[in-house]
């Protein structure tokens, strides 16, 4: 199973100091399986390519969907019967970087539970475990609370929430990530719809937008420096995470 979702991404400010920016990006949501169209390969070389070793678990020494399944059962999920399945920006070429995957368990085709892996521009990763104490689906309206525990962007302190909307259907995707710290924080959503990968789908995204990791890392430092130009506040890099991974409040309430 292997999905293009030709997503759009928007970001904006929110506090004293305003900025916002949207732009297209894509995404894959596949079991990590076999792959078909051959612009696209796992665990080798292509224009596309999805590496195991790129996810689940430390960065750059993951087990890919090994590594969900064990976290799931460390919860108490019942992987049995449950699809497993990962929404990522594949590599392209050479250039590689994900500001945030999803691990998602779906049972029923409805989202029972998800992690959000986050990585930064300094080596850096976290991941937020998110799910209702008692696995029960995970709507639109829901709202996943995480607390902030790894340092992403120099203008914005390692302090405050996640808040995290995650609705995801048979046709698309649409997920909101609002991180609050008092008056100040960023809004993020991905929002596209789903179609199956095909050559042409991937070769198009390949033309228009080109170099993939490589323009979103070059995007990530353009918006950085309006921010610096603004003067807004700019924090130095700070400590990698102790742990891994967290959980979000909604399901660490389950065993208080």
């Not at 750059?60 to 990522?88: I, M, N, S, Y």
């Not at 609050?180 to 959503?189: I, R, S």
């Not at 170099?211 to 990530?220: E, P, Q, S, T």
Request: glycine share 8%; proline share 5%; with cysteine.
């Amino acid at each position: 199973m292997l999905e293009h979702i030709q997503a759009r991404t928007h970001h904006a400010r929110r506090g004293t100091l305003k900025n916002a920016f949207s732009y297209g990006v894509d995404y894959v949501l596949t079991d990590l399986g076999a792959t078909k169209p051959w612009l696209i390969s796992r665990n080798r070389f292509n224009i596309w390519s999805l590496w195991d070793r790129r996810h689940g678990g430390p960065r750059g020494d993951g087990r890919g969907a090994a590594w969900f399944k064990e976290v799931l059962r460390e919860h108490g999920f019942q992987t049995d019967g449950a699809r497993l399945l990962l929404l990522t920006q594949p590599s392209f070429l050479w250039f590689h970087f994900n500001p945030v995957s999803f691990w998602i368990a779906l049972v029923d085709g409805a989202p029972r539970a998800f992690v959000a892996e986050v990585n930064n521009t300094f080596g850096h990763r976290h991941c937020y475990f998110c799910a209702h104490d008692d696995f029960r689906p995970i709507r639109r309206s829901d709202v996943l609370i995480a607390e902030k525990l790894m340092h992403v962007s120099p203008f914005q302190t390692v302090a405050g929430q996640y808040r995290f909307n995650f609705a995801m259907d048979e046709t698309g995707i649409d997920i909101r990530i609002a991180f609050e710290n008092g008056d100040q924080g960023v809004l993020a959503t991905l929002r596209g719809n789903r179609r199956p990968a095909t050559s042409r789908s991937l070769l198009w995204a390949a033309l228009r937008r080109p170099m993939g990791a490589l323009r979103i890392l070059a995007l990530i430092h353009w918006q950085a420096a309006i921010l610096y130009l603004k003067r807004a506040p700019f924090l130095k890099k700070q400590p990698e995470p102790e742990s891994l991974m967290s959980d979000s409040q909604t399901f660490g309430s389950a065993g208080k």
